[in-house]
């Protein structure tokens, strides 16, 4: 077929075979012509011209490399060198990239460092012209290396396909992607052949490669197209390169969108052999390596058998008559980093339409996903989840996004990819040991209370992006309601969620186009962010999404510049708790809008309309006696409320007084509004189970929280008789810090309190702040990790304390918190 009537043909129907056929033919007739013409002497003695490569598999794509292998022994490649000189130059001069190596038989026998590429090329050959006996000895050279060395070649050819995955970071979904040299590209499906043939048993052969034939001819026409359109050997299917594609007559009017997605379907299923297949090959581990295994496997248990890394189900039934048990499978996965053996694969592939219908229904599906977005490698649980189309299967919403492209020029990624990637970002600042500006985004990530929320929020945050028209954000937005909705997510986690999906922006845009030391940018940004236990959230969800946008893309100058942001806008969140107060008149309600008059804006911010209208109900009862307390259970934790008039000591006393009842405190606020009626509330554990056990030990501790709030109870005396708890080991203690924040506030100081926690110490450092006769305004605490942060704003008189009294105060609390 001439050169012009294969190309007219492909651009008709885009059926890449018969234009490769005739591609090849063209080349071995060039090869053979310019044979006679520079060596018609050598035909039939001592002298093979062989093809290797896509000339020998008939695969010869436009513009590729031509591989041509002379066998000749040492005596005839001596005479021959000046005439193989001027045959080489021939070809070159015919327009074709000729890559010519020449072997003795006894040469392509041995295998070693260097020539380990060279080796796996003789894995497709066939005689083009010469000496049929020296083929033959050739071929059992050949032969005699697979023998020989046929492990060996395995280990190298998995070593050389794993090098060139990692140089794609080891992922099919490049926006731009190298149809043949990047992950499920062309390369990969050389790989399964060469490997099949290696083993010589047919198994990579019949389970996966005769399954991939739809994949391989789609492949091969992206490669043939593009070589088409460049006129050279161009393998990257870029943005511009999309478009013509979608143009062109066999495209049949498929925009580009619908051409990638097929390309990303194509590129899993050839991705996911290529890597299933080297595990088969892989050859005997060493001595280090089968032990870890062995140890690994100790991780089998009564639901799952953990072998090479991989985990098989005991009763993979379960599945199919309770879907749910598929979370646990990736809990288990994501906390031991762990992989799925094939037959898992396949028995979670029936069971999907079940799994599909369970996660299809409103439930309370919270509590088993949390568990996956809770373990150390939640990222690469996720990741195996998305490679199976077991995400799509549980959130819906998720198959918006699936190898979807978005053409902006800054992602490299498509946006699911670059979705997972952002949740490895997160996850990375754990596992490893990040350096310079890095470390403090590790330590901060060490000291959030729920990263399974914030990872959600990453899972959820561009959702939109599957959506027509309009922002991404608002589309977000709707989608991740409709989710929360559907795996009943608690109120407060779902506000957390919200606020993330809806701000996910606004650090990264402000790095760009903002002056971060303008007041006004800090002000405008810390009136966005709101509350201070929302900043840390948002500053590690956009150092992740910043970092999954492509390698490189978190720079440490980026880093530093995002950490720099972090710590001015927290110090401005802190001004702003003291200093920005609710109005009156802010509620159409008078009763409520005089009970909110003089809060913080923190309170209304922080607090829903439920639990302001439970706070509202404890004012009320509140004007016939001195203090009305109230507790109830939040899921695994316990939330009180106490309303009572301000006096010194409060806030110490009903802190004192949690403890002393053997509850641990996790988080805690208090408030004081214009009419002197203070709002403290706590969410603390009940460790020994008390109130769930004998539940009118509830109504024993609303007495005991309202008579310490009046002032009628004896705190420190209750804490002496509290049976102590042994203190952590002396490596595992954290030193406290005490700061002062001066300028945070016009009219309170502000005191930071980081330490070891502990039974008491939050009454231990109210106290010793009342005891310095001090007014406690506003207080925030939480617990992280066995650390216990706290911050008072601390006020003498209406004002801030003196420097030397603030000086004083800060060296008794860093005994109090030393437990001095």
């Known amino acids: 077929m001439a050169e012009a009537c294969w190309r007219a043909a492909f651009q008709a129907d885009g059926d890449p075979f018969p234009a490769l056929a005739a591609r090849t033919a063209e080349v071995e007739r060039t090869v053979l012509e310019l044979w006679q013409h520079h060596l018609p002497d050598w035909a039939a003695r001592g002298l093979a011209i062989v093809a290797l490569g896509g000339l020998a598999r008939r695969e010869t794509y436009p513009f590729s490399d031509i591989d041509?292998?002379?066998?000749?022994?040492?005596?005839?490649?001596?005479?021959?060198?000046?005439?193989?000189?001027?045959?080489l130059a021939a070809l070159w001069d015919a327009g074709l990239r000729v890559s010519l190596s020449v072997r003795s038989p006894q040469e392509c026998s041995e295998l070693h460092h260097g020539n380990l590429e060279f080796a796996v090329s003789l894995l497709d050959q066939r005689l083009l012209v010469g000496d049929t006996k020296l083929y033959g000895e050739f071929l059992e050279r050949v032969a005699e290396l697979v023998r020989r060395r046929r492990q060996p070649l395995m280990d190298g050819l998995c070593s050389l396909a794993k090098a060139r995955h990692a140089r794609f970071e080891q992922t099919i979904h490049h926006l731009e992607p190298n149809v043949k040299e990047a992950p499920g590209g062309l390369?990969?499906?050389?790989?399964?052949?060469?490997?099949?043939?290696?083993?010589?048993?047919?198994?990579?052969?019949?389970?996966?490669?005769?399954?991939?034939?739809?994949?391989?001819?789609?492949?091969?026409?992206?490669?043939?197209?593009?070589?088409?359109?460049?006129?050279?050997?161009?393998?990257?299917?870029?943005?511009?390169?999309?478009?013509?594609?979608?143009?062109?007559?066999?495209?049949r009017g498929e925009p580009p969108e619908a051409w990638m997605g097929r390309y990303y379907r194509h590129a899993r299923e050839?991705?996911?052999?290529?890597?299933?297949?080297?595990?088969?090959?892989?050859?005997?581990?060493?001595?280090?390596?089968?032990?870890?295994?062995?140890?690994?496997?100790?991780?089998?248990?009564?639901?799952?058998?953990?072998?090479?890394?991989?985990?098989?189900?005991?009763?993979?039934?379960?599945?199919?008559?309770?879907?749910?048990?598929?979370?646990?499978?990736?809990?288990?996965?994501?906390?031991?980093?762990?992989?799925?053996?094939?037959?898992?694969?396949?028995?979670?592939?029936?069971?999907?339409?079940?799994?599909?219908?369970?996660?299809?229904?409103?439930?309370?599906?919270?509590?088993?996903?949390?568990?996956?977005?809770?373990?150390?490698?939640?990222?690469r649980a996720l990741m195996r989840m998305n490679e199976i189309g077991l995400l799509g299967a549980l959130l819906p919403e998720w198959r918006g996004i699936e190898s979807l492209p978005v053409r902006d020029f800054y992602h490299r990624y498509t946006v699911d990819e670059h979705t997972l990637r952002a949740v490895l970002a997160f996850d990375e600042l754990q596992h490893n040991a990040p350096s310079g500006p890095r470390r403090r985004f590790a330590?901060?990530?060490?000291?959030?209370?729920?990263?399974?929320?914030?990872?959600?929020?990453?899972?959820?945050?561009?959702?939109?992006?599957?959506?027509?028209?309009?922002?991404?954000?608002?589309?977000?937005?709707?989608?991740?309601?409709?989710?929360?909705?559907?795996?009943?997510?608690?109120?407060?986690?779902?506000?957390?969620?919200?606020?993330?999906?809806?701000?996910?922006?606004?650090l990264s845009v402000a790095l760009a186009t903002r002056d971060l030391a303008d007041p006004e940018t800090l002000r405008a940004l810390a009136a966005s962010v709101g509350q201070a236990e929302h900043l840390p959230y948002l500053t590690l969800l956009t150092y992740a999404d910043i970092s999954a946008v492509r390698p490189g893309a978190m720079s440490d100058w980026r880093a530093e510049l995002l950490w720099q942001f972090h710590v001015r806008?927290?110090?401005?969140?802190?001004?702003?708790?003291?200093?920005?107060?609710?109005?009156?008149?802010?509620?159409?309600?008078?009763?409520?809008?005089?009970?909110?008059?003089?809060?913080?804006?923190?309170?209304?911010?922080?607090?829903?309309?439920?639990?302001?209208?439970?706070?509202?109900?404890?004012?009320?009862?509140?004007?016939?006696?001195?203090?009305?307390?109230?507790?109830?259970?939040?899921?695994d934790v316990y939330e009180a409320a106490v309303v009572a008039h301000d006096r010194r000591f409060l806030f110490a006393s009903l802190a004192g007084a949690l403890t002393a009842c053997g509850m641990n405190i996790?988080?805690?606020?208090?408030?004081?509004?214009?009419?002197?009626?203070?709002?403290?509330?706590?969410?603390?554990?009940?460790?020994?189970?008390?109130?769930?056990?004998?539940?009118?030990?509830?109504?024993?501790?609303?007495?005991?929280?309202?008579?310490?709030?009046?002032?009628?109870?004896?705190?420190?005396?209750?804490?002496?008789?509290?049976?102590?708890?042994?203190?952590?080991?002396?490596?595992?203690?954290?030193?406290?810090?005490?700061?002062?924040?001066?300028?945070?506030?016009?009219?309170?100081?502000?005191?930071?309190?980081?330490?070891?926690?502990?039974?008491?110490?939050?009454?231990?450092?109210?106290?010793?702040?009342?005891?310095?006769?001090?007014?406690?305004?506003?207080?925030?605490?939480?617990?992280?990790?066995?650390?216990?942060?706290?911050?008072?704003?601390?006020?003498?008189?209406?004002?801030?304390?003196?420097?030397?009294?603030?000086e004083s105060l800060r060296a008794k609390l860093l005994e109090a918190a030393a437990g001095a």
């Open 569 to 635: 806008l927290a110090r401005e969140l802190l001004r702003q708790v003291a200093t920005d107060r609710v109005g009156a008149g802010s509620q159409s309600d008078p009763e409520l809008a005089g009970f909110l008059e003089g809060l913080p804006r923190r309170y209304w911010l922080c607090v829903s309309p439920e639990e302001m209208a439970w706070h509202l109900e404890l004012a009320r009862i509140c004007r016939d006696r001195p203090a009305a307390a109230a507790v109830r259970r939040r899921q």
């Open 443 to 506: 330590s901060l990530a060490s000291e959030i209370s729920r990263p399974e929320v914030l990872r959600l929020a990453l899972l959820l945050h561009d959702l939109g992006k599957g959506q027509p028209g309009g922002s991404h954000v608002q589309a977000s937005l709707a989608l991740a309601e409709r989710i929360m909705e559907r795996i009943q997510l608690p109120w407060p986690e779902r506000r957390l969620v919200r606020f993330l999906i809806h701000r996910h922006l606004d």
């Open 68 to 87: 041509l292998l002379v066998v000749a022994n040492a005596r005839v490649q001596a005479k021959l060198r000046e005439a193989l000189g001027k045959f």
């Open 666 to 806: 996790l988080r805690g606020m208090a408030c004081t509004n214009r009419r002197g009626l203070a709002v403290d509330t706590f969410v603390f554990e009940d460790l020994a189970r008390t109130l769930d056990l004998n539940p009118r030990e509830r109504d024993r501790l609303v007495t005991v929280l309202e008579r310490a709030a009046a002032g009628h109870l004896n705190v420190p005396d209750m804490l002496r008789r509290r049976a102590p708890i042994r203190p952590p080991s002396r490596h595992r203690r954290i030193q406290p810090r005490v700061t002062l924040e001066l300028a945070a506030s016009s009219t309170a100081t502000v005191i930071e309190v980081v330490a070891q926690d502990r039974p008491g110490l939050l009454f231990d450092l109210a106290r010793t702040i009342s005891e310095a006769g001090c007014n406690i305004e506003t207080v925030l605490v939480e617990t992280r990790a066995h650390q216990a942060f706290d911050v008072f704003y601390v006020s003498l008189d209406g004002a801030r304390l003196p420097a030397a009294l603030a």
């Open 270 to 379: 050839v991705y996911r052999a290529a890597v299933r297949a080297m595990d088969l090959c892989h050859g005997r581990w060493s001595g280090t390596l089968v032990a870890f295994h062995r140890w690994r496997s100790r991780l089998s248990n009564a639901e799952f058998t953990v072998a090479r890394n991989c985990v098989w189900l005991r009763s993979p039934q379960r599945l199919a008559q309770d879907p749910a048990t598929v979370l646990g499978l990736f809990s288990f996965i994501g906390r031991h980093d762990l992989d799925l053996a094939l037959e898992t694969e396949h028995r979670i592939s029936e069971a999907m339409p079940a799994i599909e219908r369970h996660f299809a229904q409103p439930g309370a599906h919270w509590p088993l996903l949390s568990e996956v977005l809770a373990t150390p490698y939640a990222a």
């Open 187 to 251: 390369r990969d499906l050389h790989l399964l052949r060469w490997l099949d043939r290696l083993r010589g048993d047919e198994a990579i052969r019949s389970v996966w490669l005769e399954p991939l034939r739809a994949a391989h001819a789609f492949l091969s026409t992206l490669r043939c197209f593009l070589h088409l359109r460049a006129r050279r050997d161009d393998n990257l299917l870029s943005f511009e390169a999309q478009e013509e594609l979608a143009a062109q007559a066999f495209s």
